[in-house]
């Protein structure tokens, strides 16, 4: 991931983080006012729902005192007539406007009834008027059938008050049906539930919700506290008074929707979460286009820096500016420009060491060679030898001198290019038979086991000669590694896809682990008397002009393993030797 992605994704986890944060305590602080105020609300629905029943009793009071006063009232209820008190009282009830209109004796018995209802029994009529005969002219509440009213009972005195001659009673009263109900709950903006006991009288809930409160039980909520109950899915505070004890236990129920208050909030929420997520797009957009000025210097350092890992020095790193990353930049140049000399210095040094060791390597062997020459050639101008004398000399001159020939090959071959290839259809079966064929020759390995498979690969472009010489040096190698007398040598040859793998194996004594990473390195050699070091390296050199490689794949006590992998067709060189190559490979 890049460094202007990891900044976006970590302002955006940041930005978001804190975004959530604030609107999970925005939120919280927003329900608990809403709670607070709705609990406000609903104490001032209680308010309100006081003030207007006070209003709604003393006027019913009013009218009661001021009809229980009529001269026309008194002088009915001298009579003590039922009849004539029933027909009378009807003008008297449309005259009050009030909904239900009662007469009684002096003992409490019912004389006459007016009503807006005709479903209301008698019998409870006359059992709440025996509760109601009380001195005082408080408002009382009845229950009669469906019927909740609320009433006022007022004595009907003959003559004056102080006499205290009562020839009856008056019961006026003002029935809470559904239009009330309805009325008082829009004054108190809330829903409202009258209960007679456990009875439901007058509700504005929906049918469902009257079920639901029913079924949840009829136990008077705890009194002057506000609770909060749900109702088919949707959550009230709740408040209960009691308005009546006797006659009858009449409670009312206030509630107030929270969902609906809450309703805001989920609205709020809503509205935040898509102004925080339109803040944070083009929070991000902006942020995305302004990192594009810290981030672009710093790519275009790191295109540097993997062009310098590329051993290229010219690649072009500018930036203007004081900031750090100009700094950077500076350093990394300067850096790169000390590297750059510091390598051209170390080129120089390895070429010269080379060119000595070069040097020194070639003037001993030849050197040997040659004294060896010179003094068999005076051993040959001896008359005196014997033939078979002279044939030994003349082996041995013939031998320093193909001596010499091996090593000015190697190190032509070591100097040429790719392009001296000659490359011709053939399989490298025919320069691995013609390799056993020379080792073969030389009379110090002839007891020396060299089997090969049988495979046989397809044809494909290779200089055979220059493979007869890989193969020949991995033998030569490999017969000086074994017993002369009990050695063995296997060579295997694979086809594996685009790929030809040879393994020349032998049961040596292997190559010791901390020389294992050198045995390429020219003039390195180990162990041999005569040896040039350039054996390994110019095989190398070969098989990777093929387009191939060459590896140690496993060296033991028991035995070493090479590894030959040549294309099946040309390739471009993997190394690319000129007088000098430290290439190494590993097993």
């Known amino acids: 991931m890049s460094l202007r992605a990891k900044f976006l994704l970590a302002l955006l986890l940041i930005s978001g983080g804190l975004t959530t944060a604030s609107l999970v305590v925005v939120r919280r602080v927003v329900t608990r006012h809403i709670r607070t105020q709705i609990v406000q609300d609903l104490q001032n629905s209680f308010a309100t729902f006081q003030n207007v029943q006070r209003q709604r009793e003393s006027a019913l009071a009013h009218s009661a005192d001021l009809m229980a006063d009529l001269p026309i009232v008194r002088a009915l209820m001298t009579t003590q007539h039922p009849v004539t008190i029933q027909d009378a009282?009807?003008?008297?009830?449309?005259?009050?406007?009030?909904?239900?209109?009662?007469?009684?004796?002096?003992?409490?018995?019912?004389?006459?009834?007016?009503?807006?209802?005709?479903?209301?029994?008698?019998?409870?009529?006359?059992?709440?008027?025996?509760?109601?005969?009380?001195?005082?002219?408080?408002?009382?509440?009845?229950?009669?059938?469906?019927?909740?009213?609320?009433?006022?009972?007022?004595?009907?005195?003959?003559?004056?008050?102080?006499?205290?001659?009562?020839?009856?009673?008056?019961?006026?009263?003002?029935?809470?049906?559904?239009?009330?109900?309805?009325?008082?709950?829009?004054?108190?903006?809330?829903?409202?539930?009258?209960?007679?006991?456990?009875?439901?009288?007058?509700?504005?809930?929906?049918?469902?919700?009257?079920?639901?409160?029913?079924?949840?039980?009829?136990?008077?909520?705890?009194?002057?506290?506000?609770?909060?109950?749900?109702?088919n899915s949707e959550r009230f505070l709740a408040r209960e008074v009691q308005l009546s004890t006797a006659p009858v236990a009449v409670r009312l129920t206030v509630l107030k929707s929270l969902d609906q208050s809450s309703s805001f909030i989920s609205h709020l929420d809503r509205v935040l979460v898509l102004l925080g997520a339109i803040a944070l797009l083009l929070g991000a957009g902006l942020v995305w286009i302004i990192s594009r000025t810290i981030t672009q210097p710093l790519r275009s350092l790191v295109a540097g820096v993997r062009a310098l890992a590329r051993s290229d020095f010219?690649?072009?790193?500018?930036?203007?500016?004081?900031?750090?990353?100009?700094?950077?930049?500076?350093?990394?140049?300067?850096?790169?420009?000390?590297?750059?000399?510091?390598?051209?210095?170390?080129?120089?040094?390895?070429?010269?060491?080379?060119?000595?060791?070069?040097?020194?390597?070639?003037?001993?062997?030849?050197?040997?060679?040659?004294?060896?020459?010179?003094?068999?050639?005076?051993?040959?101008?001896?008359?005196?030898?014997?033939?078979?004398?002279?044939?030994?000399?003349?082996?041995?001159?013939?031998?320093?001198?193909?001596?010499?020939?091996?090593?000015?090959?190697?190190?032509?071959?070591?100097?040429?290019?790719?392009?001296?290839?000659?490359?011709?259809?053939?399989?490298?079966?025919?320069?691995?038979?013609?390799?056993?064929?020379?080792?073969?020759?030389?009379?110090?390995?002839?007891?020396?086991?060299?089997?090969?498979?049988?495979?046989?690969?397809?044809?494909?472009a290779y200089d055979v000669r220059k493979l007869e010489r890989v193969f020949h040096n991995l033998l030569l190698n490999a017969c000086e590694a074994v017993s002369p007398s009990a050695g063995r040598i296997s060579i295997d040859v694979f086809e594996n896809?685009?790929?030809?793998?040879?393994?020349?194996?032998?049961?040596?004594?292997?190559?010791?682990?901390?020389?294992?990473?050198?045995?390429?390195?020219?003039?390195?050699?180990?162990?041999?008397?005569?040896?040039?070091?350039?054996?390994?390296?110019?095989?190398?050199?070969?098989?990777?002009?093929?387009?191939?490689?060459?590896?140690?794949?496993?060296?033991?006590s028991k035995g070493t393993t090479f590894l030959v992998v040549l294309p099946l067709g040309p390739k471009e060189p993997n190394v690319n030797f000129g007088t000098t190559n430290t290439a190494t490979v590993t097993p």
Not at 92 to 113: E, Y
Not at 183 to 206: C, D, H, I, K, P
Not at 524 to 534: C, H, S, Y
């Open 89 to 231: 009282s009807a003008g008297l009830w449309r005259t009050s406007g009030s909904d239900v209109l009662v007469f009684a004796d002096a003992s409490g018995n019912l004389m006459a009834l007016q009503s807006n209802s005709v479903d209301i029994p008698l019998v409870e009529v006359q059992q709440q008027l025996s509760q109601s005969m009380s001195p005082d002219s408080s408002i009382l509440w009845w229950s009669c059938g469906r019927h909740l009213f609320q009433v006022a009972v007022r004595p009907i005195y003959l003559g004056a008050k102080e006499l205290n001659h009562v020839v009856g009673f008056l019961a006026l009263g003002s029935e809470i049906d559904e239009k009330v109900t309805r009325e008082l709950s829009e004054v108190a903006a809330s829903q409202v539930v009258f209960r007679v006991g456990n009875r439901f009288v007058g509700t504005t809930l929906t049918p469902v919700q009257e079920i639901e409160l029913e079924a949840n039980g009829s136990a008077p909520l705890a009194a002057g506290i506000s609770q909060e109950i749900q109702l």
């Open 314 to 460: 010219e690649f072009p790193v500018t930036h203007g500016g004081r900031d750090e990353v100009a700094e950077l930049t500076s350093a990394f140049g300067r850096m790169r420009a000390d590297l750059q000399h510091s390598q051209r210095q170390l080129i120089d040094s390895e070429r010269l060491a080379t060119i000595g060791r070069m040097a020194s390597s070639i003037s001993h062997d030849l050197r040997h060679h040659l004294s060896a020459i010179i003094a068999n050639a005076e051993f040959l101008s001896d008359d005196r030898r014997r033939s078979s004398e002279r044939e030994e000399l003349y082996e041995e001159i013939q031998t320093a001198v193909h001596q010499m020939n091996e090593l000015i090959d190697s190190l032509l071959e070591f100097s040429r290019t790719r392009e001296s290839l000659r490359l011709s259809p053939s399989r490298p079966e025919q320069a691995i038979r013609s390799a056993i064929n020379s080792i073969r020759l030389r009379p110090e390995f002839r007891n020396i086991g060299i089997e090969m498979g049988s495979h046989e690969t397809v044809e494909a």
């Open 497 to 556: 896809k685009n790929e030809i793998e040879i393994r020349v194996s032998d049961d040596g004594r292997g190559i010791p682990a901390y020389l294992q990473q050198r045995i390429f390195e020219p003039f390195f050699t180990q162990g041999k008397a005569n040896g040039t070091g350039l054996g390994l390296t110019v095989a190398q050199k070969i098989v990777q002009d093929h387009g191939g490689d060459i590896r140690l794949e496993s060296s033991s």
